[in-house]
């Protein structure tokens, strides 16, 4: 069965520093990789989303995430985090060929001055 | 800008009541979903559907049923509510014109937060 994980549930980072939230799925075919984001008492959005291509995707608000396949991770990256950046994110999978996302458990980065 | 509306945010019910949680999309998309979404276990596929009068249960439509009579409308129905269904519920929707629902940004609303007591 494929899976996300989400190894991380929180990450307390210092604003404008280095972040990494780590990403690992279980898949024997070819998947879509996401991660989104959610604000405080608010939906989901897109951050960035990997179909194929380039490894190195670049999102919006400065995040990029790198498709490792023989790694099977696709971890979420930010060179200098800042305090709006707070939030829990999200990764998920999506199999070729079905019909459904899965999403992992979340991890909350929470930035402090 | 993509809006998707759920018709309240916040929700407290009663056991054995019937509820009825409404999702509205203003793109003229195709495919509309629900979730839930519960501590430590991320957000979880309740029923989805690809067009009007559609629908496809996801990994846990148990205690559930859905509606789309509507294009724009996805309505989430429990039809006698129990305090396991307490949690938070993300109604989302996509284009349906990527080639398939994966490939597709889902556009998310601002959740509906329900509490059976």
């Known amino acids: 069965a494929q899976s996300v994980t989400q190894l991380d549930s929180q990450v307390p980072v210092f604003e404008e520093a280095p972040v990494e939230l780590r990403c690992n799925y279980s898949?024997?075919?070819?998947?879509?990789l996401f991660w989104y984001v959610q604000y405080p008492n608010q939906g989901l959005q897109l951050l960035l989303k990997y179909l194929s291509g380039s490894t190195l995707v670049k999102g919006i608000n400065g995040f990029e995430a790198e498709f490792n396949k023989s790694q099977t991770s696709f971890h979420l990256r930010k060179p200098s985090v800042h305090i709006s950046d707070t939030a829990e994110y999200f990764c998920a999978v999506g199999k070729y060929n079905t019909d459904k996302l899965i999403f992992g458990t979340g991890t909350r980065l929470q930035v402090f001055p | 800008d993509v809006k998707v509306t759920q018709s309240s945010r916040y929700l407290v019910k009663r056991t054995g009541e019937k509820v009825f949680l409404e999702c509205v999309q203003d793109m003229d998309h195709e495919n509309m979903f629900w979730y839930r979404q519960d501590p430590g276990l991320g957000l979880r596929l309740i029923y989805f559907s690809y067009d009007v009068k559609m629908k496809e249960k996801g990994d846990i439509p148990e205690g559930y049923s859905v509606s789309r009579e509507k294009k724009e409308r996805f309505s989430l129905i429990l039809e006698s509510a129990s305090t396991n269904q307490t949690s938070m519920y993300l109604c989302?929707?996509?284009?349906?014109?990527?080639?398939?629902?994966?490939?597709?940004?889902?556009?998310f609303g601002p959740g509906t937060r329900l509490l059976v007591l």
């Open positions: 898949s024997s075919v070819s998947v879509y």
């Open positions: 989302a929707s996509s284009t349906g014109l990527a080639g398939g629902p994966l490939q597709e940004t889902q556009y």
